[in-house]
């Protein structure tokens, strides 16, 4: 992954928001893993809305894909500014600490299985 170097530089002041990591990662992950306040739980259901009362953009996740726009789980604003801990991004917001996991699914090779020709 190409990371510009003006996200770089975000990251290094202290600047770097959770919306600047979904941009660069948007197309990559297949599951959100979410631990906030000792609650954990994975989400393969979730989109960006910046259609809410509050005109703020904000990460939306859901546990079923048929609710409404409402019914969400959690809500993140995009705006949050993030700290990157190896493998999560982590935010305190008013003394909750929340921490973002984004997994990715691959193609499982099955070529293994075939038996191989003698050449």
Request: aromatic share 8%; glycine share 6%; charged share 30%.
């Amino acid at each position: 992954m190409k990371v510009p170097q003006a996200v770089k530089t975000k990251c290094v002041m202290g600047e770097l928001t959770l919306g600047d990591v979904l941009n660069l990662i948007n197309s990559r992950f297949s599951y959100i893993c979410v631990v906030q306040d000792g609650v954990s739980g994975r989400y393969d259901n979730w989109c960006v809305n910046a259609q809410l009362p509050d005109k703020k953009s904000k990460l939306l996740l859901y546990r079923d894909e048929n609710t409404q726009d409402y019914d969400h789980d959690f809500s993140f604003d995009l705006k949050s500014k993030v700290s990157i801990k190896s493998d999560s991004v982590e935010w305190e917001e008013d003394g909750l600490k929340t921490c973002l996991q984004f997994l990715e699914t691959k193609v499982i090779g099955l070529d293994e299985i075939l038996p191989r020709r003698n050449r």
